[in-house]
């Protein structure tokens, strides 16, 4: 299968300032987060072909400071899109900065963002949150509990092919059930990590993060996923990146490691 007319874009929703009470404070690109802080940028990615428009991870929704849909709709504006051509959301992980954006209420009650959206999620994962009698807080308890009730969701194993252009495989480290998605169309490659290569400095860097479910495992995933996207030419897509968020892999030095170049998708970004 060959296409030659597909779009990859990210989608950035702003740059946060996120403590330990895990509030998403918004900041601009150029500001340092607050001490003790994580400074963490969002970009939900769009990649659309002829017959689907993909959101991989679909943003923090109304979760956070100044956040909402009209971020993610103003953003598919510029391709003349809108949240009703969305055919499909595939979710990396289920934390609420990733999915939070499948729901609002803007009118006062919960409404579905992409209501005609097939929405692909983690079958053990989403298990797993269903079965906790809180999921964060009371109004995000509200919010997945919505989610399963009113959207078309649809179940993914360990390792699934729900396209054929769309491939998925669980790699765990951030969270239990976390995925890696691997689109190929035969024109267009592209990997997005959700948290295990969530920006472009992390492609190089070795570390062990607390905010993880299981350090090592990440640490052991990133550096095989590297290897995987400059081997086989895929572009790596950076959800959390503050400022180059779609990179490749143009080389390999033995000192420093991968060479890293930032690019604007395929001619969109």
Known sequence: MTKTNTICAALYEGTFSVG??????????????????????????????????????????????????HFIRENLERFDLTEFDITDVVCSHLHYDHIGGLAHKE?????????????????KGWEKVMSKKVWYDEEKTEFISFIDAKADLHFLEQEDQPYAELKVEKIGGHTEF?????????????MMAGDVIATRGQVNRKFAAKYDF??????????????????EGYTI??????????????????RTGYITEAVEGNGAS
């Open 178 to 190: 976390h995925q890696v998605l691997l689109y190929n169309d035969g024109a267009y490659k592209f």
């Open 214 to 231: 299981d350090p090592k495992e990440s640490q052991k995933q990133r550096e095989r996923l590297a290897k995987l996207a400059f081997d």
């Open 20 to 69: 330990l009470d895990k509030k998403f404070n918004r900041i601009s690109r150029e500001d340092k987060p607050a001490k003790g802080a994580l400074k963490i940028s969002l970009n939900p990615f769009l990649i659309a072909n002829e017959e689907r428009n993909y959101l991989f991870d679909c943003g923090i929704g109304e979760f956070g400071e100044d956040t909402g849909p």
């Open 107 to 123: 009118n006062g009650y919960w409404e579905l963002t992409f209501p005609d959206a097939k929405i692909w999620v983690s079958k």
């Open 237 to 254: 897509l950076g959800y959390h990146d503050d400022s180059t968020p779609i990179i490749k892999l143009t080389g390999y030095d033995d």
